[in-house]
């Protein structure tokens, strides 16, 4: 069966943003759709976020995996994991990061103690090659004024993962704040994958 695993941001949760209306939209088209809480989702821990993947995910070739900005990072960081001949069908990844805008950070006030969260999700390699071994499919979605991930990374996930990149227009971080309740390039780019 055609599954598809979302995994939501840091500081939100399975019910905001676009992922209900996404796991609306997919049920009524018969896809097995799992978006778990993730654990200590204000203070997100590589370990614990991977190790809920390995909990939860059967990797397969019927199953896509969609992440947003950190959720995104989960996902890398858990298929890196995987023994080397498991395949998923593919990843949607919005908003995905290895760098985020500092000025924002600053802005906000909370520089330093979002910093020491991020830091070891900035500063932890990813084996790129290893996620690619998992899949040769990957969509990253990206806004062209999005105040935490700076454009520019979408040359780091076209490069590094091969992956097709899709630009959208002032939609910010794809939050409910920046108006985005529904996305339509996500689910766009999942049934692509199972055509």
Known sequence: MRRVVIIHQWMAGPDGDWRPWL???????????????MPGM??????????????????????????HSIGCQAILRYLETLPEKTK????????????????????EGEGEEVMKIARPWIETPIDFLKVRVHTGNVTAI???????????????????????IVVEHEKGHFTEDDGVTELPSVLAAVESLFL
């Open 23 to 37: 796991t609306r939209e997919l049920k009524e088209k018969s896809y097995e759709v799992i978006c778990p809480e």
């Open 42 to 67: 204000d203070t997100p821990v590589i370990g614990k976020w991977v190790g809920k993947l390995a909990e939860i995910v059967r990797p397969d070739r019927e199953t896509v995996l969609v992440g």
């Open 142 to 164: 990206f806004s062209d004024n999005d105040y935490y991930v700076p454009i520019q990374q979408k040359d780091l996930f076209e490069s590094e993962l091969g992956a097709k």
């Open 88 to 107: 998923v069908r593919g990843i949607v990844l919005v908003a995905p990061w290895m760098k985020l805008d500092m000025k924002t950070l600053e802005e």
